[in-house]
């Protein structure tokens, strides 16, 4: 088990980190460099420090390191068929932008990178306000514009609003290497990453990507 740097390090969520460059632009609070979301009109406070989540996930404390109890590594491995041998677990952070805080969890298939990565990070705020101008974000910053544009399909009957983030040049091919699955649903945005660096990601994994949100959430 080892800590990581805070969020959005997976090849899957620097997709999202570019998609959202033009939105996202006020450093974190705590001046660790992580990027925020736009603010739109008005601030929004920072989620509680001992967590607040509308879907009853485990409290947090920013400072400290992710509870990762929300996905237990029996579950990741009925998933997606791996056990887990090294969890890298971030620091709880407070977010930039419109506030909240940060954290998640990486749960690989081997110690060196050459396995499977599935990534849950989580941006909680006090109210589902923060999460819509997330996604909205997302949403505006990832329309695709020919080769090395970023491409969000819709995900139905999943949460509030989801979408699977992904290169779009790279959809089908060997070389892609991650895609993402990025939920909003009430104050929580749930992103969860799958990333296998010598394959490629499958068509199916994204069938996976939804059973492992609907595991984070207890669905």
């Not at 974190?28 to 879907?55: H, I, K, M, N, R």
């Amino acid at each position: 088990m080892t800590s990581r740097a805070i969020t959005l390090l997976t090849p899957a969520a620097i997709l999202l980190s570019a998609a959202l460059l033009a939105g996202c632009s006020a450093p974190a609070a705590d001046g660790s460099g992580t990027t925020g979301e736009s603010t739109g009109t008005g601030a929004e406070a920072p989620a509680p420090a001992d967590g607040g989540s509308d879907l009853g996930l485990p409290g947090q404390t920013v400072g400290a390191d992710t509870d990762c109890s929300f996905l237990a590594d029996d579950q990741v491995a009925a998933i997606w068929g791996f056990d887990v041998v090294d969890l890298d677990i971030s620091m709880v952070i407070e977010a930039g932008g419109v506030g909240g805080i940060l954290y998640g969890c990486d749960y690989n298939q081997s110690d060196d990178g050459t396995g499977l990565t599935v990534g849950v990070d989580i941006r909680e705020y006090v109210s589902p306000d923060g999460p819509t101008r997330y996604f909205a974000d997302a949403l505006s910053g990832a329309e695709f514009d020919g080769e090395g544009g970023q491409l969000i399909e819709p995900v139905s009957g999943v949460g509030e609003e989801a979408g699977i983030l992904t290169k779009a040049e790279l959809v089908g091919t060997p070389q892609n290497l991650s895609e993402l699955l990025i939920v909003r649903n009430g104050n929580l945005l749930i992103e969860v990453s799958i990333t296998d660096i010598i394959n490629g990601v499958k068509p199916e994994y994204r069938d996976l990507l939804v059973d492992t949100y609907e595991a984070v959430v207890g669905g």
